[in-house]
């Protein structure tokens, strides 16, 4: 019987998650992993990848997720359907909700890093409550590639986000394991499966460097139809994936 569109998207997001998890050890026995969902589309697709995974005897480990609420920035998800969302994969869901002041220590930095900073620090302290040791993010391939481009440009420094992180100051490992999948496959994935989307999104969200990569990106990708498994090679070949 021939797969429909849907069936040999899944199929082809399941190979490239195994295959990064298996080439870069992400998941291992008795894991117990916390997933950042923020409502967008990756962070969903990782979800439900690592909930049907957890399903299969080998590697055992089990998930929960983690929604975060920014009182002071304009981007919402509905919580119901998260909740609907997370019930149906059998995953718990936690939601919190902060705000962050720009005071004087930190009044020279942007709305974008105050906000990750303070959700990251509600994601490792309640990782540690739970008693996890692994927190999983959804950047995809396209991340890891428009990252390498911002640390050149702007950094002068060949790096990225790597698909493995063990935190020095705790004991938690950050995980990537969508880092081999495409972004495209993922955002017709999200369309194909009705993945409801945010309510609202960010006010700073293509006013951003790393929104200027990514249109940099693909309009090198455009001219270069090989440059992302060029660009990807050379951070194999550098051992910038793992940390």
């Known amino acids: 019987m021939k797969k429909t569109e849907q069936e040999r998207l899944e199929q082809r997001i399941r190979e490239r998650f195994v295959k990064a998890f298996v080439t870069y050890h992400l998941l291992e026995d008795d894991d117990h992993i916390l997933v950042g969902l923020s409502g967008g589309k990756d962070s969903l697709c990782l979800l439900e990848m690592l909930a049907k995974r957890a399903k299969i005897d080998h590697p055992r480990f089990q998930v929960e997720a983690l929604h975060v609420r920014m009182e002071n920035i304009a981007y919402r998800t509905s919580t119901e359907y998260l909740e609907r969302f997370c019930n149906d994969l059998n995953v718990k869901l936690h939601i919190r909700t902060t705000s962050f002041e720009n005071n004087e220590d930190m009044k ?27 927190i999983a993010l959804g950047h995809h391939q396209d991340d890891l590639l428009n990252t390498t481009l911002m640390n050149l440009f702007y950094q002068g420094r060949f790096d990225t986000m790597p698909a493995l992180l063990r935190m020095r100051k705790m004991p938690l490992t950050i995980i990537r394991p969508l880092c081999m999948v495409e972004e495209t496959d993922i955002k017709r994935y999200a369309e194909l499966k009705g993945y409801e989307k945010q309510e609202k999104v960010c006010p700073f969200e293509h006013d951003t460097n790393r929104t200027t990569m990514d249109k940099l990106f693909k ?3 455009r001219l270069s139809p090989d440059v992302r498994h060029s660009m990807w090679n050379a951070l194999v070949r550098d051992k910038k994936l793992t940390e």
């Open 108 to 134: 020279q930095k942007p709305a974008c890093f105050l906000c990750s900073w303070n959700r990251r620090k509600i994601m490792f302290n309640l990782a540690q409550e739970l008693g996890c040791n692994k």
């Open 219 to 221: 309009e090198i990708e």
